[in-house]
Nanobody, 126 residues
């Protein structure tokens, strides 16, 4: 069974960058699409990006140009690079895995993602 662990969060100044990692174990990540989600205080969890098992990325419109999702199947890891951080990026960031029959496909909807990590906190503050 796939297990994922997020890392890389922390306290970052506005305008800075951070790279989050989603490390998998228990299964080969090649077979899974992976999504990144975040939950800010007092808000619902939202899907911000996903990457298909073949490596095709998908982004929420509001993060396009600042967020980059990549995967390194050899390391069983998916990354989320976040640049030009803003205070509104402050949240707990989660990754999760899901399997689709189509290797080109992924969705940012929370529904269907079965394998979740515990999250990593990103705080953007000066």
């Amino acid at each position: 069974q796939l297990q994922v662990v997020e890392s890389g969060g922390g306290l970052v100044q506005p305008g800075g960058s951070v790279r989050l990692s989603c490390s998998a174990s228990g299964a080969t990540l090649d077979d899974y699409a992976v999504g990144w989600f975040r939950q800010a205080p007092g808000k619902e969890r939202e899907g911000i990006s996903c990457i298909s098992s073949s490596g095709r990325p998908n982004y929420k419109d509001s993060v396009k140009g600042r967020f980059t999702i990549t995967r390194d199947n050899a390391k069983n890891t998916v990354y989320l690079q976040i640049n030009s951080l803003k205070s509104e990026d402050t949240a707990v960031y989660y990754c999760a895995g899901i399997q689709y029959s189509n290797p080109e496909f992924c969705r940012r909807d929370i529904a269907g993602y079965a394998y979740w990590g515990q999250g990593t906190q990103v705080t953007v503050s000066s």
